[in-house]
């Protein structure tokens, strides 16, 4: 259907399909609620929906209006009833494998083989279309030319500058690999660059210069392993540390007393026990150093997946390190890797060092301190921390389904690669059999059915809904389980329509125009009427992915059987407005129906010229 012209200023767009966009919708200001308009013929809302004398039901239910509708800071999301995995597979030289068929593919869910219902081979050219439909617009009655919509952003990369454990060298070469991949753009990527230190940070955006600039902010920023800078007398490390109080070996409290002695008190063995003392309090320190470097490295990059996951499109962070050693603190490794899993975000690693060959001899900028004796042991504890070092990034890239660069100079193409989407992936989908509400993390395996030795990129596993017994909280787990998917829903039919006023050069009003299929959704029959209550949740993203405004409200229906007739073949139209700014904004919305818990959404975008 077309809006007509409205005050002579107006923008009327038709918003197509297109992948889910993950949302975040708690507590949203600003959306005002309208009545439900009239279906497409002219007639008023009142004229449509009031029932002739002849209709008239029994006493007791004349009063009981038909349709009705009210506001409501409900949080509501997505459910998930279909599983989908995303998988890349490589040859034994790292080129795409581009001919693969459904049936080259094994699934499994914990162990279990699984059928794989859906199949999709995902390319650039159909991602062009994916965002040329989106982008789609019509003409309305008054034959006007419309602007054309904004880019959808489609993939949003979170770059992360481990610049706590950062040496000068490796910063200095990652940072010249970031440009080139800034330069590699395409207009429906959204990058943003964080630093570990969190002294730093360019939020999500298109503006290559802006993030040209803010590369200019790498540079290591350690917080506690510099302590011993002044002084390298007992050498000791993070790793020999760990060794020491966690592991128990004995052999490195005597290896830091030996050179505790030979460099403080030249040698005199009358000292040997305050040498001790010096080196084991050394010891201490250096793990607790170690331990709040890698606390604050855990703690930042929490709080890039929780800003990462509230954007609504592809979600990839992209970690660039020398790799820090894995302690006591394996639970908080672990619990990065959980957190990007439920809430669908890829971690791909990069390690900063690229090729490199073991420095058995320490930070040459400090003087030697190795003595005949010891020069051995450090020399091996050197070496040995140095490959620990990659285990965590290693470690968060298997966890989550990504890829770890490494042993490789060639760090400009490690970046393109972790932070561009494939040319060729495949999307797998299956829905769980006897699947348990439990809310349980279910591991994912994919496997290639003739055993060839292909490398494949898929994620790890997914969360089961959890079912509860309050019927409302489970609508919104439901929904709340499936706000990271982009799935698209497609149970109910809905069609978006998009109209802007101007009200001054600084200020417009977005009106949201919804037209929801009642045909095939499942009412309850009772007392003469037909029950559902509606759910209806509209949400604002600006042209980077970040929220600006929303609001949600629910539709009561209570329709005599001649309404009902009606509106199922005709439908509902419901509206909601935004005050907004000139600019170019995403529209994003849900639909939600009580009784049969069927739902919808769609996405699409709308630009407001100054």
Known sequence: MALGPANGNHCLQRLSWLAVLAIL???????????????????????????????TPPAGQQKQAELSSKDTNT??????????????????????????????FQL????????ISTFGVETAETRRKRMEEAVKTQQDASEQPQDHGAALPERFVALVFDDIHLRMEDATVIRSSARKLVDSMTPGDRVGFFGTSEQWKQEFTSDKAALQQALLQVIPRPKMGKVFATTN?????????DQFVNKNDPMVLSVATDQTLQCMYQGNQQMYKAAQNMAFSALQQALVAGDTDNDYTYRALEDVIRRLSAMPGERVLVLASPGFLLTTQIFDETGIIDRANRVGIVINTIDARG???????????????????????????????????????MDFANGTGGTFFHNSNDLEGGLERAASTPEVSYVLGFSPQNEKMDG?????????????????????????????????????????????????????????????????????????VSRIGLKGM????????????????????????????????????????????????????MKSSFELRPGKYMVRQVIRDSEGAQMAAKNGSVVIPD
Not at 78 to 100: C, E, I, T, W, Y
Not at 108 to 115: A, E, I, N, S
Not at 363 to 375: E, G, K, N, Y
């Open 233 to 241: 007398c007992p050498d000791v490390t993070y790793y020999m540390a």
């Open 355 to 393: 090729l490199y060959t073991p420095d058995i001899f320490g930070d040459i900028s400090q003087p030697m301190t190795d003595t005949p004796r010891t020069a051995a042991m450090y020399a091996n504890y050197r070496t040995q921390e140095q490959t620990d070092n990659q285990y965590v990034l």
């Open 440 to 512: 349980k993390y279910h591991t994912i395996k994919v496997a290639l059915t003739d055993k060839r030795k292909y490398s494949l990129q898929a994620r790890r596993g997914y969360y089961a809904p959890r079912k509860l017994n309050d019927p409302q909280e489970q609508a919104k787990t439901e929904i709340q389980e499936a706000v990271f998917s982009q799935d698209e829903i497609l149970d109910l039919p809905l069609d978006l329509q998009t109209q802007y006023f101007k009200t001054g050069s600084e200020a417009a009003q977005l009106s949201v």
């Open 25 to 55: 919708l708690a507590g949203m200001p600003g959306a005002r609620a309208q009545e439900p308009s009239a279906p497409a013929g002219g007639q008023s809302n009142a004229a449509a929906l009031t029932p002739k004398t002849s209709d």
């Open 522 to 573: 499942h009412f309850r029959k009772a007392d003469g009427r037909n029950f559902d209550d509606l759910t209806v949740a509209t949400v604002i993203f600006d042209d980077n992915g970040n929220f600006v405004t929303g609001g949600e409200k629910i539709l009561e229906m209570r329709l005599l059987d001649k309404t009902y007739d009606r509106l199922s073949q005709t439908g509902v139209t």
């Open 108 to 115: 499994y869910d914990q162990g279990k083989l699984q059928t």
């Open 75 to 104: 949080t509501f999301k997505l459910r998930v009833n279909l599983v989908q995995v995303k998988v890349v597979v490589r040859d034994a030289k790292g080129d795409l494998v581009r001919d693969l068929k459904r049936e080259d």
